[in-house]
T-cell receptor
């Protein structure tokens, strides 16, 4: 089955610790995205990557870092500089190009991070 | 700047009743619109999309939406809801202007009451 996997589903960390969230896709998609979801806020884009070894900041990149060493993997690190990291984190991927003006973003199941 | 407004944060409705979830957008450029659904503690799933053509768009699970350019609206409707429709629904816009970023509304939680 093709899809996007995120691990772990739930993550607890102490304040001040860095933590890395995993996102893997076997859809052969070019682009990958990280979103943060807070109650009543919708989704906000943290980072996105269109190609291996390249990524761009989204609307709320401060306190986060990413890497894209492989096409299928796009891990997100929540650093100690992120002032309010407790949230639900969603990873997505999509193809690029094609005839459709919109290439659907497919979402993973999410990781709920709680900082104690 | 593009924005999406979902007018209701929560909508309770009895089972088998009709429902409408309201969405308004603002944009000075061509816009593509979508509705995504999120079941509890899961990722988002595309429900339907409007790219061009017919303003009435049909999606999965019996949902449909109507694009109204003059009112800048894209309301989601279902004639008869089921318990399984209980979820959060997001109205989303994409400008398509060389950007890969989506603009999300804040979501509407639909609660279907048995």
């Amino acid at each position: 089955d093709g899809g996007i996997t995120q691990s772990p589903k739930y993550l607890f960390r102490k304040e001040g610790q860095n933590v890395t969230l995993s996102c893997e896709q076997n859809l052969n998609h070019d682009a990958m995205y990280w979103y943060r979801q807070d109650p009543g806020q919708g989704l906000r884009l943290i980072y996105y990557s269109q190609i291996v070894n390249d990524f761009q900041k989204g609307d709320i990149a401060e306190g986060y870092s990413v890497s894209r060493e492989k096409k299928e993997s796009f891990p997100l690190t929540v650093t100690s500089a992120q002032k309010n990291p407790t949230a639900f984190y969603l990873c997505a991927s999509s193809i690029l190009g094609g005839r459709d003006p919109y290439n659907e973003q497919f979402f993973g199941p999410g990781t709920r991070l709680t900082v104690l | 700047a593009q924005s999406v407004t979902q007018l209701d944060s929560q909508v309770p409705v009895f089972e088998e009743a009709p429902v409408e979830l309201r969405c308004n957008y603002s944009s000075s450029v061509s816009v593509y619109l979508f509705w995504y659904v999120q079941y509890p503690n899961q990722g988002l799933q595309l429900l339907l999309k409007y790219l061009s053509g017919s303003t009435l768009v049909k999606g999965i699970n019996g949902f449909e939406a109507e694009f109204n350019k003059s009112q800048t609206s894209f309301h989601l409707r279902k004639p008869s809801v089921h318990i399984s429709d209980t979820a959060e629904y997001f109205c989303v816009a994409y400008s398509g202007a060389g950007s890969y970023q989506l603009t999300f509304g804040k979501g509407t939680k639909l609660s279907v009451i048995p």
